[in-house]
């Protein structure tokens, strides 16, 4: 069940990709496959450089309220975080 739940998912965000062209509507079509199909409270998407301060937001949801915007800026510098350092 666990595979079949794996494609499913991977099917959704796949399609949703398709559907645009542009970016931020595809980080939030992302986003919000993820959240619904993880059953989670709320999970985001961010991107990095290395030469990169700090991580920026693409992509946010929350399972009451959905896609969230305006996307919330980073504040914790990347070299504060040992996992975002990884």
């Not at 559907?19 to 989670?40: H, M, N, R, W, Y």
């Not at 998407?45 to 946010?60: A, I, P, T, Y």
């Not at 959905?66 to 996992?83: M, Y």
């Amino acid at each position: 069940m666990e595979k079949l739940f794996q494609q499913t998912l991977i099917n959704r965000i796949t399609n949703a990709i398709r559907c645009s062209l542009d970016p931020q509507l595809i980080f939030i079509a992302i986003t919000q496959e993820l959240g619904k199909g993880l059953k989670v409270d709320g999970c985001a998407l961010s991107l990095w450089r290395k030469e990169d301060k700090f991580v920026q937001c693409v992509g946010l949801y929350n399972q009451v309220q959905g896609h969230i915007n305006p996307l919330p800026q980073s504040v914790v510098p990347i070299a504060l975080n040992p996992v975002l350092k990884q």
